[in-house]
């Protein structure tokens, strides 16, 4: 599931070495056709190279930051899907005060529980542990319907007055909006992704580019080999970025969970004090 898109087949490291082999190469098959054609004709063309080969560095760095705000916008839909959790978390634990016992102290360690494994979660993610992440998604839904079912239970004993009507509105209502988070922080990690097309084209708009800057080369008679590496390193680099932050687990960004581990040291010390 988290492999769906092309470019996950490959690290981002790997991914790196490959877009800065391939630029090389491309700007290499530019400098050699260049040479085959260096006569006095071609020479008397150095300007507009020049000009093409400006325009197409120029629509190579556009697309970069546009396919860059794309990533970015993805990025930040996480971090808001995170603070979205961790409301609600916080909302049902309040509301977990409503309830008598046993249903307050079993909604309050399922929540601690629940947040506890978003925290093991974010780790896994930072460890590239697909498996756990797997398996930590599937006890999250677990835990959220055994909360659903506690709410029921504790709306059907108290099917009367007005304050069981409170808790079963917002409890259930926290608890349902728990399950519809983590619904779109999935689909925002897995299918809220660039879309192919935009990699094939910026990968289209880098080589051209290379291709072009190496053509000019050729024509002036010299091509400077540390000038060559810097360009497709500068562009590797951007493209592993963008990849990373596009990807369901980055290895290079990770999301400031603070707010969570907050959350989860208030609710290990409201439980420890209730006993």
Same mark, same amino acid.
């Given at each position: 599931?988290?492999?769906?898109?092309?470019?996950?087949?490959?690290?981002?490291?790997?991914?790196?070495?490959?877009?800065?082999?391939?630029?090389?190469?491309?700007?290499?098959?530019?400098?050699?056709?260049?040479?085959?054609?260096?006569?006095?004709?071609?020479?008397?063309?150095?300007?507009?190279?020049?000009?093409?080969?400006?325009?197409?560095?120029?629509?190579?760095?556009?697309?970069?930051?546009?396919?860059?705000?794309?990533?970015?916008?993805?990025?930040?839909?996480?971090?808001?899907?995170?603070?979205?959790?961790?409301?609600?978390?916080?909302?049902?634990?309040?509301?977990?005060?409503?309830?008598?016992?046993?249903?307050?102290?079993?909604?309050?360690?399922?929540?601690?529980? *629940?947040?506890? $494994?978003? #925290?093991? !979660?974010?780790?896994? /993610?930072?460890?590239?542990? +697909?498996?756990?992440?797997?398996?930590? @998604?599937?006890?999250?839904?677990?835990?959220?319907?055994?909360?659903?079912?506690?709410?029921?239970?504790?709306?059907?004993?108290?099917?009367?007055?007005?304050?069981?009507?409170?808790?079963?509105?917002?409890?259930?209502?926290?608890?349902?909006?728990?399950?519809?988070?983590?619904?779109?922080?999935?689909?925002?990690?897995?299918?809220?992704?660039?879309?192919?097309?935009?990699?094939?084209?910026? *990968?289209?708009? $880098?080589? #051209?580019? !290379?291709?072009?800057? /190496?053509?000019?080369?050729? +024509?002036?008679?010299?091509?400077?080999? @540390?000038?060559?590496?810097?360009?497709?390193?500068?562009?590797?680099?951007?493209?592993?970025?963008?990849?990373?932050?596009?990807?369901?687990?980055?290895?290079?960004?990770?999301?400031?969970?603070?707010?969570?581990?907050?959350?989860?040291?208030?609710?290990?010390?409201?439980?420890?004090?209730?006993?």
């Amino acid at each position: 599931m988290l492999e769906a898109h092309f470019l996950d087949r490959f690290s981002p490291e790997v991914l790196f070495l490959l877009s800065v082999g391939l630029l090389v190469l491309v700007m290499e098959i530019g400098f050699r056709l260049g040479r085959r054609g260096a006569d006095q004709s071609a020479k008397a063309q150095h300007s507009q190279v020049r000009a093409i080969m400006g325009a197409a560095l120029g629509l190579t760095a556009f697309m970069l930051a546009f396919t860059f705000a794309m990533a970015q916008s993805h990025f930040e839909v996480r971090v808001q899907g995170m603070l979205e959790e961790t409301r609600l978390a916080n909302d049902a634990f309040m509301e977990a005060d409503l309830m008598p016992e046993p249903y307050r102290g079993e909604a309050r360690v399922l929540l601690r529980r *629940y947040m506890g $494994g978003r #925290l093991a !979660m974010a780790d896994a /993610g930072h460890a590239g542990d +697909l498996d756990r992440i797997f398996a930590l @998604l599937e006890e999250a839904e677990a835990m959220q319907d055994e909360l659903w079912a506690l709410g029921v239970a504790h709306a059907r004993e108290r099917s009367t007055g007005e304050d069981a009507s409170l808790s079963r509105g917002q409890f259930l209502q926290s608890v349902i909006g728990l399950m519809d988070i983590q619904t779109s922080r999935l689909e925002a990690a897995i299918s809220n992704r660039i879309p192919s097309v935009i990699w094939y084209t910026l *990968y289209l708009t $880098g080589s #051209l580019s !290379m291709l072009i800057t /190496g053509y000019q080369a050729s +024509l002036v008679g010299r091509r400077s080999p @540390l000038a060559t590496v810097t360009l497709a390193v500068a562009f590797s680099s951007v493209m592993m970025l963008i990849t990373d932050l596009d990807r369901p687990v980055m290895r290079f960004f990770e999301i400031d969970n603070q707010v969570v581990v907050d959350l989860v040291d208030r609710m290990d010390g409201k439980i420890q004090a209730e006993g």
